[in-house]
């Protein structure tokens, strides 16, 4: 009988040890915070590839946004800049492509016939980021309202955008229980990538750890 | 003698064993794709169309109104036609004649650009699906993925080698960003 248990046990811990390790924890250091962050294993940090393009969408939460700034500035305390961050869903999207690719080795000039084309582009994507970049919440279409395009990097040869969303049911990060998955779409105006969407499940956004400072 | 013959036997068989196990593995893993059904039936596809037709329909409206303008102007000169003199006429009708030009002109533009559109569009959506096929032969280890098409390049295919289905159901997923 011992020996038939003990399989099941070893497997039981297996699994506790698994779950325990793979679960959100309740409160971080700033420096693990940061790397939790960031980790491409989080379910807040989508990618997906078309013709040599990664597509990649990260959530950026308020506490690490706040303390991103913190950590910048010398005089305003943290809170303060938690409070202006916490009503928001902040969403970081960016493209990136292999400088050696054929087609998209220069995303900044890819299609572009002139100087004015460029010009307009740079105009576009500065100011009329909400003409491509929306969520969907419980069917409902929400433009971003805060759009930052933070450029071209020639070196990585990639494009980057922030956007922020006030979603109602989101709460200031106190969700209510109507607040479901939240689909980020990316209508390409530009690279011939066509719509993509990101699909962030409720408990992606909401199970966040604590960051101790 | 028995043990000698039994063990070339054994070396035999063994020997056609590899030999098959080799042929069966080093032969391509093909299958193929209902190109017209995995295109039509991508949710990238339809949600595509549908955005296009919208932009469609407005740039369609803008000539429809110009037309209608210009049949107005057309039908009031044609009754007013009689009560004017040989000048006003003349006049008159090289301004519409301008007017019908500038409107063909228009229209062949618009024409262009709803063509332009619809390339982009399906050229954007045939780089998604182009995208997801390569990934998705890679990572089930296939070497080649074959197309039906209208024009009836593949002329048979086994079902059992057809993997448009589980194809779109993958792909649809990923559409909606799961």
């Not at chain 1, 999207?93 to 890819?110: E, I, M, R, S």
């Not at chain 1, 582009?121 to 419980?138: C, D, K, Y």
Request: charged residues 25%.
């Amino acid at each position: 009988v011992i020996s038939s248990i003990r399989p099941s046990l070893a497997s039981i811990c297996l699994v506790l040890l698994t779950l325990a390790c793979s679960s959100t924890p309740e409160t971080l250091s700033a420096d693990r915070y940061a790397k939790w962050v960031s980790s491409e294993d989080r379910e807040f940090n989508k990618s997906k590839e078309v013709k040599n393009i990664e597509l990649k969408a990260r959530y950026l939460p308020a506490e690490y946004l706040a303390y991103r700034e913190y950590m910048g500035s010398d005089s305003i305390p943290f809170d303060s800049l938690l409070k202006s961050y916490q009503c928001g869903l902040t969403f970081q999207l960016t493209l990136q492509a292999d400088k050696a690719d054929k087609v998209y080795g220069n995303l900044q000039y890819y299609g572009v016939r002139g100087q004015e084309d460029l010009t307009e582009r740079i105009r576009f994507l500065s100011f009329g980021a909400e003409n491509f970049i929306h969520a969907q919440h419980n069917g409902e279409t929400y433009t971003p309202v805060l759009t930052h395009f933070e450029g071209f990097d020639p070196i990585s040869n990639r494009v980057s955008f922030q956007v922020v969303f006030i979603i109602p049911e989101y709460n200031c990060g106190n969700a209510k229980d109507s607040f479901q998955n939240l689909i980020i779409t990316y209508e390409d105006p530009y690279w011939d990538i066509g719509k993509n969407n990101f699909d962030f499940s409720r408990e992606s956004l909401v199970s966040i750890p604590k960051l101790i400072l | 003698m028995n043990r000698i013959v039994l063990i070339i036997v054994a070396v035999l068989t063994i020997a056609s064993l590899g030999f098959n196990l080799y042929l069966y593995t080093s032969r391509p893993k093909l299958a193929y794709v209902r190109s017209h059904d995995l295109i039509e039936k991508y949710a990238g596809t339809v949600d595509a169309r549908a955005d296009f037709e919208r932009k469609k329909s407005a740039m369609v409206a803008n000539v429809d109104s110009l037309k209608a303008l210009f049949e107005r102007a057309r039908v009031e000169y044609m009754n007013r036609a009689g009560s004017m003199s040989q000048a006003q006429r003349s006049e008159r009708e090289n301004s519409l004649t301008l007017q019908h030009n500038q409107l063909q002109q228009y229209n062949a533009a618009i024409d262009s650009k709803i063509d332009e559109e619809d390339n982009k569009m399906m050229g954007a959506v045939l780089n998604q699906i182009n995208s997801f096929v390569e990934d998705y032969a890679q990572k089930n280890d296939l070497d080649v993925i074959m197309g039906t098409t209208l024009a009836g390049s593949l002329l048979y295919g086994e079902k059992s080698l057809d993997i448009t289905d589980q194809l779109l159901v993958e792909l649809n997923n990923k559409y909606k960003g799961k």
